[in-house]
């Protein structure tokens, strides 16, 4: 019998100060996790229970879908990130050491190098593929600012799957397996969830998917359409360009103008007495070693992910103030394509094209140029989707308009193709004898980002809500006075009768008032509460549903067939 008197539950009466979000504020009010240092929490028992019921989940899909389970280390050696190129590339957030020997290091924050050296150095046949390999372990990045709880950690447990095809064909049947196993792992764990498009990032790859947690605190913006079934996070999502038709007949010669400490956009608009669309702003980028001037028109922002991909960069950051000034003789507020350097790119998105009398820079602090037209006044090097998406904007797969919502990534899907069995040498003999490259996929999954982003579903103002196929207990059974015989045995006898009926109860035997013990029932949220009162002397007790607060009278000996029924509507 589970007591709760015997079991590590520190519930918190007053909600920490650091805690922003709630599945953060009630992971430490409910006793689930504690911080050891920034980004780093212990899972408390109640939390543990809820971890391997996810986990579970996600063996059980994994498995039916023929995945097979294994183990590899979190220590990885620098060799093979050097070899495939990622060594430097990852950046500050691979935690990196050194061993006693003076050997570069690294704890892993992912395991696709692993993983292809060891099908590389296992696996020579195309009579051994496909296959399909995963693992749930501990994962370490060293994240520039943790926050949000377990939402973005520096140690945190993750699911990750290897697929190894000899096709293209067969890595897009491996690829959908396990897009549809994720969809049944994020329904089973009770998530409101999309699948969007998204961008590969380090990872690499293409026909890329993300699995997002819809919630307010999401720290990514997903673009989907009123219409159909477009999504997309917002780095990821498309921009269509239709030209706007109406071009000036004349629009007069370009003219400087002075705009004393005007640098901004809102600033300019208000100088001038203009909107926004009439502006050209000029953005210039480090793009691996190279400077380019980047155009995109003043109500729009940049997608800095699609100016990256357009070059198959590696990095890409604004340049410096030093950088800006060597280029175009000013500072940023005055930067403008009118005369830069004819070798240095000048990128624009589609949408600077139908600026037919605009503003832009004059590469001269407190000046601008007016009745700017493209083409006439300078040229572009290409002009290509670089911006945004917004809101209202058309759905570029269909019908209908776009529409924002925030979403926290619990789920990524690659394609990686042969990024890696390239990079690390993992070949297969065909059935001609011939040697081919392996054709890789990549499959994620943050689980304990998972257990934040259903407590983030899934809370009131007096605690969590547990789905009852993750909740930690099944049901919690309360003696309002634990002193009194009576109710104290009737408990120890419906705990007793529904964990033999393969039900898992936590009974409240400690000898606090009525009040606190309702009031941490609430908090720690488990899907079900009985509560033994001195009705139990009319041989009525009371289960109450957690998630909408309806209660019922029921019959002692018939309380399990009850519960039993009650569990399998509770979340329907």
């Not at 093979?80 to 690294?106: K, T, V």
Request: hydrophobic residues 40%; contains cysteine; aromatic residues 8%.
């Amino acid at each position: 019998m589970l007591k709760q008197s015997q079991i590590l539950i520190p519930t918190l009466r007053e909600v920490p100060s650091d805690a922003e979000i709630a599945s953060h504020k009630l992971l430490l009010r409910a006793g689930l996790a504690r911080q050891l240092a920034s980004g780093v929490y212990t899972y408390m028992p109640l939390a543990l229970r809820v971890l391997q019921k996810i986990q579970t989940i996600i063996r059980e899909e994994m498995n039916r879908a023929g995945a097979q389970e294994l183990m590899m280390p979190a220590l990885q050696p620098a060799e093979i990130w050097q070899q495939s190129g990622r060594w430097e590339a990852y950046g500050p957030e691979l935690m990196r050491m050194n061993d006693r020997h003076n050997r570069p290091f690294a704890l892993g924050p992912t395991h696709e190098e692993v993983i292809t050296s060891l099908i590389r150095d296992e696996v020579n046949s195309y009579k051994k593929l496909p296959l399909n390999l995963y693992q749930i372990q501990t994962k370490f990045r060293d994240e520039v600012r943790p926050r949000f709880g377990l939402i973005r950690c520096r140690e945190f447990i993750m699911k990750d799957a290897y697929s190894f095809d000899t096709t293209q064909e067969g890595l897009d049947k491996s690829f959908q397996a396990m897009f549809d196993a994720y969809t049944r792992i994020f329904t089973r764990v009770g998530l409101n969830f999309r699948a969007v498009e998204a961008d590969a990032g380090s990872i690499g790859g293409t026909g890329t998917y993300e699995f997002m947690a819809l919630c307010e605190i999401g720290e990514d913006t997903i673009a989907y359409s009123t219409e159909g079934d477009y999504a997309a996070n917002l780095e990821k999502a498309e921009v269509v360009y239709k030209p706007s038709g109406s071009k000036p007949e004349n629009v007069p010669a370009a003219e400087k103008i002075h705009t004393p400490a005007v640098r901004t956009i809102e600033q300019l608009t208000a100088h001038l007495g203009i909107a926004a669309n009439q502006i050209i702003k000029s953005l210039v980028y480090r793009v691996d070693d190279k400077l380019v001037l980047v155009l995109v028109r003043g109500d729009h922002e940049l997608n800095d992910v699609k100016l990256k991909n357009y070059y198959d960069a590696v990095n890409v950051d604004l340049a410096s103030e030093e950088e800006i000034r060597s280029l175009t003789g000013a500072p940023a507020g005055f930067v403008g394509p009118i005369g830069i350097n004819k070798e240095i790119d000048i990128l624009a998105d589609n949408y600077v094209q139908d600026v037919y009398d605009g503003v832009v820079g004059a590469n001269e602090v407190d000046y601008h140029i007016q009745h700017v037209q493209p083409g006439r006044d300078f040229q572009v090097t290409a002009y290509l989707d670089l911006r945004n998406i917004m809101e209202g904007d058309d759905n570029p797969r269909g019908t209908g308009k776009i529409v924002f919502a925030r979403g926290v990534e619990v789920g990524h899907v690659f394609k990686l193709g042969t990024k890696y069995s390239k990079a690390l040498g993992a070949n297969f003999l065909d059935e001609n004898g011939r040697s081919q490259m392996m054709i890789m996929g990549c499959y994620g999954i943050g689980v304990s980002r998972t257990l934040a982003a259903v407590i983030e579903q899934n809370n009131d103002e007096n605690g969590i809500i547990w789905p009852v196929s993750v909740a930690p207990y099944h049901v919690h059974v309360i003696p309002v006075n634990v002193k009194v015989d009576e109710q104290r045995n009737i408990s120890e006898k419906i705990t007793d009768a529904l964990t033999q009926a393969g039900l898992e109860v936590l009974y409240d035997d400690r000898p606090e008032r009525a009040g606190v013990k309702f009031k941490d029932a609430d908090l720690i949220g488990l899907p079900l509460r009985i509560t033994v009162s001195d009705k139990a002397q009319e041989g009525l007790v009371e289960v109450r549903v957690r998630r909408t607060g309806e209660t019922h009278e029921v019959a002692i000996e018939k309380v399990t067939q009850f519960v039993q029924d009650l569990l399998t509507r509770v979340d329907a």
